[in-house]
């Protein structure tokens, strides 16, 4: 006779699995529970639910939040990360870009990490000429930390701006409002690291 503990067991794990993901998801494309919550047309105490890994979701719930974190629903309901991964660049998750975002503030960004990677993801993101997101400023919980690979780079966070050169690197809290801008006449591409954690 099956351990009934086994099943719970495995179903805690896919729950506490599943919220890890849609947390990740939701930091990286800079929602608050709310605006997920009310663009995936799903409960905001669903969302605040799964991210404490308690909850059981419907599929067509999780259907919804795969759609609005703009991942396929597999991706939501894999396993967490194990201790030692290898992305290659052919596997590389391109990361979608809001529609609501304009044109002139729309960049390439991939993931470098595993994509159920929770504590920590590293994106390439390669701006245009004249891009820059002054109008939209960032501010989230967390960490970050940008290394620029080629062209100049205006990082503004909070009072302070700097422009950084091929090889600079600036950490800073996420917290406080910031944004970027493209200093170069073509595009510029910057490695950033992001971590759920406030410095």
Known sequence: MADPRGSEDEEQFAVTSLGLAVR?????????VHALAKQAGVSLGLISQLERGIGNPSLGSIQRLATALGVPITQLLEPPAPDFAVVTHDRRLRLPTPTEVPEDERTGRELLT?????????????????FTNAGRPFRHI?????????GRLM????EEQVVLEAGDTAT??????????????GETVVIGAVSPFER
């Open 155 to 158: 990082v503004v966070h909070g």
């Open 24 to 32: 990740a998801g939701r930091k990286r494309l800079d929602l608050s």
């Open 172 to 185: 800073y809290a996420c917290s406080t409002a910031h944004w970027w801008s493209n200093e170069h006449d």
């Open 114 to 130: 595993p994509r159920s990677e929770s504590t920590l993801q590293l994106i390439r993101s390669v701006l245009p000429p004249r």
């Open 142 to 150: 967390g960490t970050e930390s940008v290394t620029v690979l080629s």
